[in-house]
């Protein structure tokens, strides 16, 4: 009779491994306190410094750290960033690698709240003078960019 053949766990979902990583320290610097998004190349979580300082810790996916070209243009979008000179631009305060060898960006941590989020509160669509202000702001932020 064949032996079943024993399969490896499966690879954790990229929420599941974000979420995990929640309450960990980011090197001996940071604690992470809580998953604020995800994207297909990074995990942003909001994390408090040891001195106390609060800032959104934006850290490459583990699985994307072998690749030297998305590694260096990873870090390169911080520096980019802080070259716009526009209102809605978010911050890079700094940039690191943790003790994983995952580069991390350190950036202002705003308050607020997501597009999505506010979508959901409003139950429908949102007022068209809202939805307005906030387009007007991206696209003018867009233009800055470009």
Known sequence: MAQPTIQPPPEPSLVDAAAARVGQRLNASWILD??????????VFA??????GRAALKVLHAALTREPEIRERFLREGKIAN????PSRVKVLGDDVSDRGEPFLILEL??????QRLLRRSGEALPLEQTLAIFD???DLLARCH
């Open 34 to 43: 809580e998953v604020l998004g995800l994207g297909g190349v990074s995990a």
């Open 47 to 52: 994390g408090t410094h040891v001195d106390g």
């Open 83 to 86: 070259q716009v000179d526009h």
């Open 110 to 115: 705003l308050s607020g709240t997501t597009l």
């Open 137 to 139: 702001a991206v696209l």
